[in-house]
């Protein structure tokens, strides 16, 4: 069974929002599920993907914090 794990910043990808939404994730797990079954072979329902969202206060960029102030 493949594992794909994908973190994403937890922040807003539209205004109005102050994280990943469920319809993003979804779309994220079935791109990741596809992309395995396309270049694997590896069948859907065999993919396992898990998404980590990770707080811009423990992030860096470019050598500096990437928190919100």
């Known amino acids: 069974m ?5 973190q994403v ?3 807003a990808t539209r205004p109005g929002l102050d994280s990943v939404v ?4 979804a779309a994220l797990i079935r791109g990741a599920r596809e992309l395995l079954l396309n270049v694997l072979n590896k069948p859907l329902q065999s993919t396992f993907v898990i998404i980590e969202e990770v707080d811009m206060d423990n992030c860096g960029l470019g050598g500096a914090a990437a928190g919100r102030e």
């Open 22 to 25: 469920a319809a993003e994730k």
């Open 2 to 6: 493949p594992i794909v794990t994908i």
């Open 9 to 11: 910043t937890r922040e």
